[in-house]
Structures are given as structure tokens and as C-alpha cells.
């Protein structure tokens, strides 16, 4: 089984749908994304982009809201806060690490900092 995105005109994805192996694959039986895409655009239309799972298409698992970026061929989760910045693996890193304590935090925006959550 494969997935696929589709993407709007922003390159935002709309849905991801699960795909049957035999509608993936080519000629020679081999796995194509190509032959997916097409069958999905076929299907529903549009334009649709492989994924994985595993993170080994694209960096990340497509999710609704996603971005694609043709650049980093990678698809990108929506920023959670402003503050934040993508690194080269299409992940948001905040501008300091989290402690690496066995304590919990949580992000606070407004000082930019980790705030030790307290039950």
C-alpha cells in the first residue's frame, strides 16, 4: 500500500488517501509514483504527491494543512508559533532547546521560553 497527498493550488495538502499496490506500479511491476499519481488524479483529480509513514518520502508523513515545498521536496507541518524556525529536516525547532530533564514543559510564546509544567 502507498499514500498519497493531494495538494491545492498553494500546495497545501487537502486530503491523503491510501492506495492499493497494484495501482502504483508500472510496467515492469515495480513501484512508481508516477503511475500513483496519475491513478489518483484519474480518480479524484487534482495533483497528489507520494508520502510515507517512515518519513522516508518527503521528511515528514502528509497531514491536511500541510505545505509541500518543491525546494525541500518535503512536506511541512503548520508552524506553531511564531517564534519558531524550520531546520533542514522540515521539523520547527524552538529558538532554545527544552531542558532535558525529567520534568515537563511546555512552550511559552510570550518569553520564548520553556515553562516547567506544575500539577
Not at 10 to 24: F, H, K, S, W, Y
Not at 30 to 47: D, I, R
Not at 82 to 111: F, G, H, I
Request: glycine content about 6%; charged content about 20%; proline content about 4%.
Amino acid at each position: 500500500m502507498a499514500h498519497f497527498a493531494q495538494l491545492n493550488a498553494e500546495n497545501l495538502v487537502t486530503q491523503v488517501i491510501v492506495v492499493a499496490n497494484q495501482d502504483t506500479t508500472d510496467s515492469d511491476g515495480m513501484e512508481n509514483e508516477a503511475v500513483g499519481a496519475a491513478f489518483c488524479a484519474n480518480l479524484l483529480g487534482g495533483t497528489w504527491k507520494q508520502t510515507s509513514y517512515n518519513a522516508r518520502i518527503r521528511k515528514n508523513y502528509a497531514g491536511i494543512g500541510y505545505k509541500y515545498d518543491a525546494t525541500l521536496d518535503a512536506y511541512i507541518p503548520p508552524q506553531p508559533f511564531a517564534s519558531w524556525t524550520l531546520d533542514d529536516n522540515a521539523q520547527w525547532k524552538a529558538p532554545v532547546d527544552m531542558p532535558s530533564d525529567d520534568k515537563r514543559y511546555t512552550w511559552n510564546e510570550e518569553t520564548t521560553s520553556w515553562d516547567e509544567v506544575t500539577e
